[in-house]
Structures are given as C-alpha cells and as structure tokens.
C-alpha cells in the first residue's frame, strides 16, 4: 500500500483534552498552511451536525473545507473521484465499521482512496474510519463489541477506544492470535502514522494516553506499549533531529516541490 494512512483510536472536533492539538499535527503533516481537507462521515450516517463541527474546527484553522455525503449524492451530486483526488487530506469520521464498509462497497470508495494514497493525498480515520483500513477490528456496530473486518489496506487489526471502552480491549485481546491478526491497540487522543504501509509515527495528545502492540505469545495476548511522541503545545514535543523532525521536514520539502508525494 503506497502513501500516508494516519489512525486514530478516537477524535472528536471539539477543544477538549488534545483534540486540537490533533488538528494542528494533521495541517502540520501535510507541510502546507491552508490545505484542503475532506470529510468522509460515512460511518455515522453523514450527520449535519459532524459536518458542521469538522468544518468549525479546520475552518478556524484555514483550512479548504468540504464533505462528501454519499447518503446525499442523489440531492448534491458531485464527481467523488474528481473531488477527492485534489484534496490535501481525506478525514475518514467514526461511527460504524459494518456500515462505514458495506456503504463503500457499490461506490468503490476504497479503490478511489487507494488512488488518491498513490498520487499523495494523506488519508486520515478515527475509530471506524481507523479500523476500516486493517484487515480487522473490534466493532460495535450490533451493540456489543465483536470483530469485524476491514478493508485490508493495513496488515493486521486494530482495537480503538482501547481503554475508554474495557469490554472492547478485552473482546479484542480474546480474539488476537484466535480468529483475528495481532495489532495495535489504540486510546483516544492518539494516533499512528503509516507510510507505505509501515508504521514510522505514534503519538498522544492527551495525558495517559498510549497506544500498545498486541500480539499472540504462548496462546494468549500479550501487549507491550508503543514509544509516542508528545504532540501536545509546549515541553514534551520530539527533539530536534528525530526521525519524527526528519519526516516532518521532509513533508515540508515535498510542498514546496510541489508534489504530495
């Protein structure tokens, strides 16, 4: 899989506790100050009032705003491939992962989505909009957490809401190594980024927060935290010289190229 995939195991668009600071590293990572950027709120049934709080939230920030309603197509029919090919970021929202999945399917929004990845759109989800790209997640899309596959762009599995949701994390570490690929389980205000299908970036933007890999040792699931970078305003952010500062740097090159990648 080429390109950038940035998951997160929970966002909202609000200012509480490291959400901003979300936003602010998503413009960051695309090297430009008024990127356009794209909401896909497929999973939750493209609700008016995600839209309008996802358009507050990188409007305030300068951004080049829009959605793509696929509920809505027949009332405001535009070109999906068209659209989504010259933004900067595709924001994938939350909601159902069986929905967000079967919805895709008639459209073939994941294959304008892996066309988009190729010519260097960054393509970012939170909770179903993270899960989809795994081959697996834990969903609760029927009202109690059960795994449910994904897309497979990304290898291996996914848990979101890691310790926010307790019944989630435990379904999950039941399911790993079981009928499900081992992965990473992911807490709210955090993240991991992906480039060509390998992991380079995990952050936090909120105290506490981690991300773990999980795998299967011995018959059962074992989970051992992932090193994050503090993306938080003020003391904690990467040092200079870091592979985070390097990556980063290389974005910025890239804009100024003018090429996405």
């Not at 503090?230 to 990556?247: E, H, K, L, N, T």
Request: aromatic fraction near 6%; charged fraction near 25%.
């Amino acid at each position: 899989m080429k390109g950038r995939i940035l998951v997160m195991g929970g966002h909202e668009f609000d200012r509480l506790d490291g959400n901003e600071a979300i936003c602010d590293h998503i413009i960051e990572l695309t090297g430009g100050r008024k990127p356009e950027v794209c909401l896909l709120p497929t999973a939750s049934g493209d609700p008016s009032d995600q839209i309008s709080r996802f358009r507050r939230s990188f409007g305030s920030r300068g951004c080049e705003v829009s959605d793509v309603s696929l509920f809505r197509l027949g009332a405001n029919p535009i070109d999906v491939s068209a659209h989504l090919m010259r933004q900067d970021v595709i924001y994938v929202g939350g909601g159902s992962l069986v929905n967000l999945v079967a919805v895709w399917k008639p459209h073939g929004i994941a294959g304008l989505i892996t066309d988009c990845l190729e010519q260097g759109v960054m393509v970012v989800g939170q909770s179903a909009g993270a899960m989809c790209w795994f081959e697996a997640g834990i969903t609760s899309s029927s009202g109690r957490p059960e795994p449910a596959l994904g897309l497979g762009m990304l290898e291996g599995s996914l848990c979101v809401h890691y310790h926010r949701d307790p019944g989630r994390r435990e379904k999950y570490l039941s399911e790993v190594g079981r009928n499900i690929a081992p992965g990473y389980g992911a807490d709210d205000q955090t993240g991991l980024l992906f480039e060509d299908g390998e992991m380079v970036e995990a952050f936090s933007a909120r105290e506490g927060a981690g991300v773990w890999r999980v795998s299967a040792e011995g018959g059962r699931a074992v989970e051992k935290p992932v090193e994050v970078v503090d993306i938080r305003p003020g003391p904690g952010s990467a040092s200079p010289g870091s592979p985070v500062d390097d990556f980063r740097a290389l974005n910025k090159w890239r804009k100024s190229a003018g090429t996405r990648g």
